[in-house]
């Protein structure tokens, strides 16, 4: 067989840029002729936070197969540790907090001598502490409004409210990833708590398994040989089964949290910084050091931005590596008022699109050209944009941002028009017998929007408002 | 169909990928205890073509997570611009001409400067051509008979016949590719014109979501949104949407489509070199190069050719790199009269075989050894040979010639007899106690087809009619 | 069961593949709220060996989407060459002997010219033998007890028991594999002999396909063609289809078995000399002379050695990179009297569990906090541990072995105490608040099990059996 002409570095370049690497299953049947804006149908309250799902049994969720949820946590709230079995995104719609995810192998690079202070928040009473007790643990990450959080499937994590305001964040499990070999449903294994049960907004029957209430993992153990297995008495394995704790998957600290970790800082550089002294040497750096956070949630981050149109940030695996192992990419997008987002379709990826502010105008068409959505789409609802469906927005007068999930680490799209779109790439004269217009209309199809790209400033007003 | 490995480096190479890359989903049962020889269930007429389509529903097209069609189009007929949720090979069976495909990011390589002429086609009149238009869009490329053109899923495409006779191509969608993450039904979205009603040869109703008329994906926006968003007037909006456009998808252009493109050249080499002028540099030359067309019709490209037995010509993913991308590969194989296709069975794929020419007799046998297959396949017939299944195939006295498409990027298979086959693979004795036969007959059973491989003539007869 | 990392390097290099790599596709619901111990369901006696099936139906199985069998294999038994559409692990539990594997292209290095000897086993009688006669075949390996044995999808396989006592084995099929693009049925093509008709144990219905009697797949093939194509007599073809032979699928080898090979030696060492010899020159090294075997069972392969607990070794793909083709690993666990498997849970794989001696009492905990299983596992029955399920373990005072297989090529857990455990890498206040212990309680809590891990010895006594 012939050696091909192309060297094995240009031809994998190429590989990470069409179409990736991802690995999705198909779950079924995508009866999405018909979309609509999903509100969380499911809420359960905690000691110190909330948590809405939005229906896991819906056709669009089904068809992309994700599961949905928006969290709340209070000020001073814990969310207990726990894994699940999908690798999930997490976007942060406000606040800061801490977060901890515990990977088997990785080093407790977090450690205290006797000698050195905890890095506890500052107002805490110490009176009370141990100043001799030693702790070591995996790294803490901060986060912020306008992250993205990666988090692994099956791997143990927690995280912490230490902002002066609630913690809000909006989080896609990819239920029907690969790394899921469970059948494609969103489990929560808790490590510690109980799960309670939820108030659902509908009265629906569950198609898939939706988890209501729920004990922890240790709760399945008998307290005999659990106290034996970790070597503790049987009464604290009887704590950690949780049994008569009703505080729910979020509970209060009540004088706040103490955990070894650098002080959060302002400029990211320094994070990053504090990041990578926490790895180790070798070559378990490449994951234990593997950033898991990306913001792009602030305009300076913008890949795109169009004065008096908006701005688009992507963020691919390209530019967080770990994306690559969960097969998901995300983008942040602000449209002014009036302003469009240019009609076209997800070349391998559907796109789950929750809005974090303002109100749009969606229209979304099928391979049948049919409409399957026209309508108007608000803060807190989100739609799935199915793979290769057409689809074009336009903000209203107050704006429309939102936050888009997508299963693919590399997410691509196509324009319809503009630059690098596919009118763009067509002959005017194909163009012309297409359509039957004239070389003047084909022309104008091609060229009008320019060096536009992505997003469209409205024809009458250019104001700027970022 | 057969694909017996030539050179040791190809096959190392494909070793490596034998269980680990292709990322086919599975599409529940395949009831594949009986196979038939299908042909076209519904035929689609269009202004300057026809398209026909094998039943998406049947039990070996569902089993192999395919769907197959055979095109048609007329000297001057334009295929209109779509694309569709499935990667594709297309084998051309007649005709040559030149199709687009616009990968979103790949320059417009092809551009026109004032003072340059088109490269159209001679015996164009040009006396109302605006001289001074320029025009640039991407790549275009030729494709003549016995080429396997590769379409990735959701990319935009179109295609011309720009000969002076039919070009017939039969195209297989690999619908279970993992590059769909919608069901697992071919669905074709339409830039431009509409799909017409299909006529159907049987009356079955649908299982799978067979798309019978549909507009295009301008259809389903607003015209004054569209209008808005693309720069352009309602009118041309309107005319977008084709709603008042019968010519069907494949369109005629009355005088003849006008593009920018290099002058078809007979030596291949030459169109090579002009692929590779029109790549841009940096990373996107990997995929914006890519090459996407390759020929195994013509005698001279095959691998395997037997005096008086016939040829086989395999294209995979080490000849053809893109085809990694879209985990498919294709064999052209020739029978000559009475001719003997080895018995085999594919190792790591279904093979679609596609009866371009002759009649041949195939047999093919399932697990429980039982004949899920024997009977004759003719010209326009199609077959699933299922993966492990074991298949042989005799020419009949007119030569039996096919295309057969495989959903591996590197399809393998294991001849039973003959060189580098299974019972060659196996010491004598091992044989001889599990056939009951003496060393004598073990002896014969391993090396009486010696050297050859593959493809044996017929014993009596060694005529050479190549 | 437990594969908790030893080295960095092994660590780093498997979290690379954490998500990445299993290819795994899901097949619909894992009902799997209660799990059993499971025996034989079927039983198909052969004239020199004994099948014995696990039910493939049973919810357990369907959800890790693997086929179970365990096989014996009489002293001077030969399971005749057959193929089966999915890759596959065989643990060697009992005896020795050699196996063949015919990859397509690999050379027929084993090649005895005229002058040399058979190196048949000793004893035989050698009087008939033609000695001018000549054979080549493929590499064939030698395997005893403890050994773990791959074999990719779609490649013919034979088997020869040549030691003095039974060969018993026990296999699981990865019908769920990427490799298999057939439905999730476990299907063996024989080359050779019949299968036999099995005898049931339960009346089940069956759900999934299971296979009963059934032919070899030169069965299926018309007498005349098969003997045209094969060049050889239609009296020897119709040997081949095997049709009044009632032997089985494993046949009894009257005088032994003669095979060119090299002794078998007893220094592991030397006989991967002899398979590295057996290889020739070039790229495809890496496949033909790819390693398809590595030994877990010997103590002193233990990757964790714990003096009174027990001991773990384990397999995965940074041992054997063939288990990366396959998506498949495994380890082999030993419990002393009363010992412990600390509590944890597979973070990216379906375990399969079989017990090789002794007795254990497991619990398997659902992500609702349920006891899916609570219950004694004993000698020859299996189990599986649901991705992401908590499972503790503990021996009963016979000791507790086993051998796990697991759907993923570097299959991973996470431990919940001990070293590198979850509770570990969480700082002591999380701990604090989630369980509302003492900080005393909770500093017990992480470091309680100090250095140990994986295994943890009875608290009372600290024999030592080994």
Not at 43 to 52: K, L, M, P, Q, W
Not at 272 to 290: P, R, T
């Amino acid at each position: 067989m012939a050696a091909s002409k192309f060297s094995w570095l240009s031809f994998s370049l190429g590989l990470l840029l069409l179409c990736g690497v991802s690995e999705e299953t198909q779950t079924g049947r995508c009866r999405i002729d018909s979309l609509e804006a999903l509100e969380p149908s499911r809420r359960v309250e905690s000691e110190a936070g909330v948590t809405e799902y939005y229906d896991e049994n819906s056709d669009q969720l089904q068809c992309a197969g994700v599961s949905v949820m928006r969290e709340r946590i209070e000020p001073n709230g814990l969310l207990l540790p726990s894994y699940s079995n999908s690798p999930r995104l997490v976007y942060i719609l406000q606040g800061r907090g801490i977060t901890g995810v515990v990977i088997p192998g990785c080093p407790e690079s977090y450690q205290q001598s006797g000698g050195r202070r905890f890095g506890g928040r500052e107002g805490d009473e110490e009176e009370e502490r141990d100043q001799s007790f030693q702790d070591e643990h995996q790294k803490i990450q901060h986060f912020r409004q306008g992250d993205v959080l990666v988090l692994p499937a099956g791997v143990a994590h927690w995280c912490y409210n230490d902002g002066k305001s609630p913690v809000t964040a909006v989080t896609v499990f990819d239920t029907s990833n690969s790394a899921n070999q469970l059948d494609a449903t969103h489990r929560q294994f808790l490590l510690a708590g109980r799960k309670q049960q939820g108030q659902r907004g509908s009265s629906r029957t569950s198609r898939r398994g939706e988890e209501s209430s729920g004990d922890n993992v240790f709760s399945g153990f008998d307290v005999e040989l659990l106290a034996e297995a970790i070597g503790v008495s049987r009464e604290t394995a009887r704590k950690l089964q949780s049994q008569d704790d009703n505080r729910g998957h979020i509970v209060r600290v009540e004088r706040g949290l103490e955990v070894l970790r650098p002080r959060p800082s302002r400029r990211e550089e320094e994070e990053e910084e504090g990041g990578k002294m926490a790895a180790v040497n070798g070559l378990d750096e490449a994951i234990c050091s593997m950033k898991m956070r990306e913001n792009i949630g602030e305009p300076s981050k913008a890949d795109l931005y169009i004065p008096g149109g908006g701005r688009l940030t992507v963020l691919n695996n390209q530019k967080l590596p770990i994306l690559s192992l969960v097969h998901l990419s995300a983008n942040r997008g602000v449209l002014q008022r009036n302003a469009i987002l240019a009609p076209h379709w997800n070349i391998n990826a559907h796109a789950v699109v929750f809005v974090t502010s303002g109100r749009g105008r969606l229209q979304i068409v099928s391979n049948q050209g049919k409409n399957a959505f026209d309508g108007e789409l608000r803060q807190g609802q989100l739609i799935v944009v199915p793979q290769n469906f057409a689809v074009l927005a336009q903000a209203r007068s107050d704006g429309f941002s939102w936050i888009s999930f997508q299963t693919n680490e590399n997410a691509m799209n196509s324009a319809v028009v503009g630059k690098t779109s596919a009118l763009r790439g067509i002959p005017v004269d194909v163009l012309v017998n297409s359509y039957r217009i004239s070389r003047e209309e084909a022309k104008n199809l091609k060229f009008n929007r320019g060096q536009e790209m992505a997003i469209f400033s409205p024809r009458s007003s250019k104001e700027r408002a970022f």
